[in-house]
């Protein structure tokens, strides 16, 4: 058994930002072929039509990026106060 007793904010944000940009860029990428195909928002929509328009695929995996890293923060920020007084978290790693 490996104890976990604290979770590096940072790395784990920038992980998350890996992994929420990744997703991003699929959604980012399906959402531009959409648009490409016809359906896509009119400009008078503003930010929606840059979100869901042809600029997806730039647009979608900042968004997504910037919100994993913060998600990322908040999370680790959270185990760490909360596990702070305990024994932390046991897992079981397979060798």
Request: glycine share 12%; aromatic share 16%.
């Amino acid at each position: 058994m490996v104890v976990i007793k604290e979770i590096d904010s940072v790395a784990f944000g920038k992980i998350l930002t890996i992994l929420y940009g990744t997703m991003g860029f699929v959604f980012g990428l399906v959402t531009t072929i959409a648009a490409f195909m016809g359906f896509s928002m009119p400009k008078k929509f503003g930010i929606f039509s840059l979100i869901f328009g042809k600029w997806a695929v730039l647009s979608l995996p900042v968004f997504y990026g910037v919100s994993g890293y913060l998600i990322g923060l908040i999370a680790a920020s959270l185990y760490n106060s909360s596990v702070g007084s305990k024994k932390g978290f046991k897992v079981e790693l397979l060798r």
